[in-house]
């Protein structure tokens, strides 16, 4: 009996009374970890239509399915699937609009993750089910509260979910899903938006890429460029990729981005060559999840060839993360990169696991330090400290180290001071478009051939690192 309360006899899923027990535990763990925890109502809509046409039984084991399913999409042994709504009950007395499933979702960092997942959720239903070897679809709406915004005891979150749950179903189309607060639903369609917008963005020509040079310490000089991604489109106008690069991500469209970007910046290399104009090496900064893509080496040597490129003129910024738990496959493939003389760099290095075993075995061309600590340098002694110790674990382990974020003079100066091969940052030039870096560089070559003239300033270059 006491398992029969705590665990549904149709499906084997949590019933209410477990799931609003855990959600009572969740409550209590989010307040001392101060993390936040999502509380879900997924209605189906079907399970009515299936049990007046295929009768009790076959509902029962499309509800099962649906459960099935709904795990598929979440972390096993972490988050929670429940049958909230008895079926027996909601079958027999037509409770079409009853939510069926609870779900619940622990250790939630940014809501970003949570609207992830709902979408996952909603995907997860494309497929048709096969019940009594007939192919059924459902479709489903979902709805969210997150602790602590919504509501503090579990029936009230559950309930704002359900509320939320109850709008979605109004919302035409796919995508039926909704966040409880306002503020977060504002959030969440910005986000699909974006999203939806980026699926034509390269159709429609909408992205550019800008250049920032890197100044090599050693002789005053642009030693190469990073691309970044710029996006204008017509109704949001100038979106940043911090903003949609993450969505990019996360929808899977970041790999025909990358494409894009990867194919872009050679062809513009190529172009600058065929003009005379020495750029340098093109940093090109890539998403970890490309690294997943099993024709991601093929491609890159395609480009190459179609614009005669030496890999020695390409860089790749990976950051941190993408070196996470690589599985042999990822492995092999930075490996395979590497042999075509594209060097592979750490970028933001600091904000997040700073493994210093990953430096060792991946045998890098460089990192770069994150600009939060470029930021702190002379305001915080710390900075100095940690600064001066990561260019000398650098250096330790032959890698060269780039500086981002330089903002002024006395930043150089001390980065100088310690041996940092490169710098970059606003101090010398911000990300500026194609027309502006044959300017700047044949300004640079203009200078080096006058002498009288190499110690003007251009365009915010000083050439007067030389030591
Ligand atoms: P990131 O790779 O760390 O790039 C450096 C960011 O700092 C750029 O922002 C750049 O414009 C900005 N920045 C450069 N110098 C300074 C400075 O002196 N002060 C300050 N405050 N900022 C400076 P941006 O262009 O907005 O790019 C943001 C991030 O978006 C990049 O960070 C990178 O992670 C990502 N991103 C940009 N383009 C691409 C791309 O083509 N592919 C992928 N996967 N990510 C990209
Ligand atoms: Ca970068
Ligand atoms: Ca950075």
Same mark, same amino acid.
Do not use: C, M, P, W
């Given at each position: 009996m006491e398992h029969n309360k705590l665990y549904?006899? *149709?499906?084997g899923l949590p019933t209410r009374s477990l799931f609003e027990d855990r959600i009572l535990h969740e409550i209590a763990r989010s307040k001392r970890l101060d993390s936040m925890i999502a509380i879900m109502s997924v209605s189906i809509d079907t399970i009515n239509r299936i049990h007046e046409t295929h009768g009790h039984k076959a509902s029962e084991l499309l509800i099962k399915a649906c459960g099935h399913r709904l795990n598929t999409v979440l972390r096993e042994d972490i988050d929670t699937v429940a049958v909230v709504g008895n079926i027996e009950k909601v079958v027999t007395i037509s !409770? %079409?609009?009853?939510?069926?499933f609870g779900i619940l979702l622990t250790? %939630? %960092?940014?809501?970003d993750h949570v609207t992830w997942i709902m979408k996952r959720m909603v995907d997860s239903f494309d497929n048709p089910f096969i019940i009594n070897d007939n192919e059924v679809y459902v479709t489903a709406c979902l709805g969210v509260s997150i602790f602590p915004h919504d509501g503090k005891t579990p029936e009230e979150l559950y309930s704002s979910a359900c509320n939320a749950c109850n709008f979605a &179903?109004? %919302? +035409? *189309?796919?995508? &039926?899903y909704l966040f409880a607060s306002d503020n977060l639903n504002k959030k969440a369609a910005t986000q699909l938006q974006i999203e939806s917008l980026l699926h034509e963005a390269i159709l429609k020509n909408e992205f550019h890429l800008h250049y920032q040079p890197k100044i090599n310490t050693a002789t005053g000089q642009i030693d190469g460029f990073e691309s970044l991604l710029r996006w204008q489109n017509e109704q949001l106008g100038p979106v940043g990729p911090d903003q949609f690069i993450p969505i990019a991500e996360q929808s899977g469209q970041i790999n025909k981005i990358g494409d894009w970007v990867f194919y872009t910046a050679c062809r513009q290399l190529r172009d600058w060559m065929d003009m005379g104009i020495e750029v340098g090496s093109i940093a090109v900064n890539m998403s970890g !999840?490309? !690294?997943?893509?099993?024709n991601l080496i093929t491609r890159i040597q395609e480009i190459l060839d179609e614009f005669k490129l030496d890999g020695h003129y390409l860089e790749i910024e990976l950051t941190e993360s993408s070196f996470l738990n690589p599985d042999k496959k990822t492995l092999a493939r930075l490996d395979r990169i590497k042999n075509m003389g594209i060097r592979v760099s750490m970028d933001?290095? *600091?904000? *997040?696991? +700073?493994?210093l075993a990953y430096l060792r075995d991946l045998s890098l061309f460089g990192l770069k330090i994150d600009q939060s600590f470029i930021a702190d340098i002379n305001k915080d002694k710390n900075a100095n400290k940690l600064i001066a110790s990561i260019i000398s674990i650098a250096h330790s382990l032959k890698l060269e180290v780039v500086a981002e974020g330089v903002e002024e003079k006395h930043q150089a100066d001390y980065l100088i001071e310690l041996g940092c091969e490169y710098l970059q940052g606003y101090y010398f030039s911000r990300p500026i478009p194609p027309q502006e870096v044959m300017d700047l560089i044949q300004g640079q070559q203009a200078a080096s051939h006058d002498k009288r003239t190499s110690e003007r300033e251009i365009k915010g270059i000083t050439p007067c690192f030389k030591k």
């Open positions: 549904d006899v *149709g499906t !409770l %079409i609009n009853q939510a069926e250790d %939630i %960092i940014q809501t &179903r109004k %919302i +035409s *189309g796919k995508d &039926r !999840l490309q !690294l997943d893509q099993h933001d290095f *600091g904000t *997040g696991y +700073s493994s």
